[in-house]
C-alpha cells in the first residue's frame, strides 16, 4: 500500500512539472509570436505604392523650409532636420492599419513641447516620455488623429533628425497641400505664452459698452495658426454704472483636444467681471473641466496651454 501512495505521489509530482513545462514552452512561443508580429517602418515600406515623382509638393517644401528656420531659431542645434526621403502612398487598408500601429508604438520617435520655451521641449521614445495611463492616454490620442487624417491616398516620407539625443527618423503623412502628421512636426507647437489682449472704445451713445478680448494661439512649426482658445467680455453701462455683461468663450485645435468655459460673475454695478477656463493641447494629452472651482486642468504629457483666472472690467 506504501508503494503505491508514493508511485502515486512522484507520478503527480511529474504531471506539475509536465504541465509547467507545458506552459513554459508555450509562453516562450508566445513570446517569440509578439516579437514577430512587431511591426516596423519595412513592413510599411513593402506595402505602399511607388510615387512616379520623388519631388517633394512645393506647400510641403515650403513647410520644410520654415520650420527648419524656426527651429534653429528657438532650438539651434537641439533639434534639426537632417534629411527627408519619400517613400510613397498609401493605397491599401493594411497600409493605413501598418500607419496607425507605427505611429503609437513605444518605440517610436515623439516630441512634446512649445519651441518658443525651449524648456518645455521633451524628445524621445514614447514609451520611454509615458508610462501607465500617460502612455495609454498618449497611444489612444495618436490613433485617433491618424484614424481621422490617414486615408487612402495619403503620401508618406521618411524625415531623418538630428537631435542632441543623437539622429532618429520619423513618418511624415503628407499630401499636395501640406503636412498632414509627424510625431515632431505633430507633437510640438509655437506659442507666444502670455497670449493677446484687445479692448475697445466706444463712447459714442448715452448707454456705451466696451469690451475686452484676450486669446492664445497655438502654430504648427511652420508658423500656420493651428489652434487658439480665448474669451471675450463686454459691459453696458450709462456713466460710471454697469447695467449689464455678457462673455463668450472658444477653443479648436487641429490634430488636438480643446476645452473652454466661461460664465458672468458680476454683471451690474461698479464694473462687470467673469471667469474663464481655457485648454488647449496635442493628441497626446487630455483636457478635464471642473465645475466645482471652475478650472479646466491638463493631465498626461504634451504640448499644451492652460488658462484660467477672472477679469473685471470697468466703464
Known amino acids: 500500500m506504501k508503494k503505491l501512495v508514493t508511485t502515486f505521489k512522484v507520478f503527480a509530482v511529474l504531471s506539475v512539472l509536465a504541465l509547467q513545462s507545458c506552459r513554459n514552452e508555450g509562453n516562450e512561443i508566445n513570446q517569440q509570436e509578439t516579437v514577430q508580429a512587431k511591426v516596423t517602418a519595412d513592413d510599411l515600406k513593402k506595402e505602399i505604392t511607388p510615387l512616379p515623382s520623388q519631388a517633394i509638393p512645393d506647400a510641403v517644401q515650403l513647410q ?45 520617435f515623439m516630441a512634446s513641447g512649445n519651441i518658443m520655451d525651449p524648456s518645455s521641449v521633451k524628445i524621445g521614445k514614447i514609451g520611454d516620455l509615458y508610462s501607465g495611463d500617460d502612455l495609454t492616454t498618449a497611444q489612444q490620442g495618436l490613433k485617433e488623429a491618424i484614424t481621422e487624417e490617414v486615408k487612402s491616398g495619403t503620401n508618406v516620407m521618411e524625415v531623418t533628425w538630428n537631435s542632441k539625443n543623437g539622429k532618429f527618423t520619423t ?12 510625431n515632431i512636426f505633430g507633437g510640438l507647437i509655437m506659442m507666444d505664452t502670455r497670449g493677446n489682449s484687445e479692448a475697445s472704445n466706444n463712447q459714442a451713445a ?15 512649426l511652420w508658423g500656420s495658426k493651428r489652434g487658439e482658445t480665448g474669451y471675450q467680455i463686454t459691459i453696458y453701462y450709462s456713466g460710471s454704472t454697469v447695467s449689464n455683461a455678457d462673455v463668450s468663450d472658444w477653443g479648436y485645435i487641429s490634430l488636438g483636444k480643446a476645452k473652454s468655459e466661461s460664465k458672468i460673475t458680476k454683471s451690474s454695478g ?46
Open 64 to 108: 520644410l523650409n520654415e520650420s527648419q528656420k524656426n527651429l534653429e531659431t528657438y532650438l539651434k542645434n537641439d533639434l534639426q532636420i537632417a534629411e527627408v526621403a519619400i517613400l510613397g502612398k498609401i493605397t491599401t487598408p493594411k497600409s493605413i492599419e501598418l500607419s496607425k500601429s507605427l505611429i503609437t508604438d513605444k518605440d517610436q
Open 171 to 182: 513618418l511624415c503623412f503628407y499630401s499636395d497641400s501640406g503636412i498632414i502628421w509627424d
Open 206 to 220: 448715452k448707454v456705451v459698452s466696451t469690451w475686452y478680448k484676450q486669446w492664445w494661439t497655438a502654430n504648427w
Open 270 to 315: 461698479a464694473y462687470g467681471q467673469c471667469r474663464y477656463a481655457l485648454g488647449l493641447c496635442t493628441p497626446t494629452g487630455s483636457l478635464s473641466f471642473n465645475s466645482s472651482n471652475f478650472s479646466v486642468s491638463f493631465s498626461g504629457l504634451g504640448s499644451n496651454v492652460v488658462s484660467n483666472g477672472t477679469k473685471s472690467l470697468y466703464p
